[in-house]
């Protein structure tokens, strides 16, 4: 399985951006998808998640409210629509997938598929 990750890049404090992460395979072989981030000097920490097709979503207490995740079925894609951006959310931005239907939705080990990355930087 590969995840291409898309959609950094730079944006000044209170603007938007949506990430996009294309899987190889066909959606209903995933039991979850989610996203992660990892600033600078910090441990990758849990960002948003979802289960296969948006049937339920998952969000960190630092972005709820301002970002949103989604899939389309027909793509393999999930996005992460990012809303009133602070310069906090500066990161590299990973998207992961699980077939395993074990294990929490917020913990890293229950993914077994990950993404390469894209930068997001929020200028002030």
């Known amino acids: 399985v590969q995840l291409q990750a898309s959609g950094g890049g730079l944006v000044q404090a209170g603007g938007s951006l949506r990430l996009s992460c294309v899987a190889s395979?066909?959606?209903?072989?995933?039991?979850?998808m989610a996203w992660f981030r990892q600033a600078p000097g910090k441990e990758r920490e849990f960002v948003s998640a979802t289960r296969r097709a948006g049937t339920t979503a998952y969000y960190a207490d630092s972005v709820k409210g301002r970002f949103t995740i989604s899939g389309d079925n027909a793509k393999n894609t999930v996005y992460l629509q990012m809303n009133s951006l602070k310069p906090d959310d500066t990161a590299v931005y990973y998207c992961?997938?699980?077939?395993?239907?074990?294990?929490?939705?917020?913990?890293?080990?229950?993914?077994?598929?990950w993404g390469q990355g894209t930068l997001v930087t929020v200028s002030s």
């Open positions: 992961a997938f699980r077939k395993d239907y074990s294990g929490s939705a917020y913990e890293l080990r229950s993914y077994q598929y």
């Open positions: 395979e066909r959606f209903d072989a995933f039991y979850g």
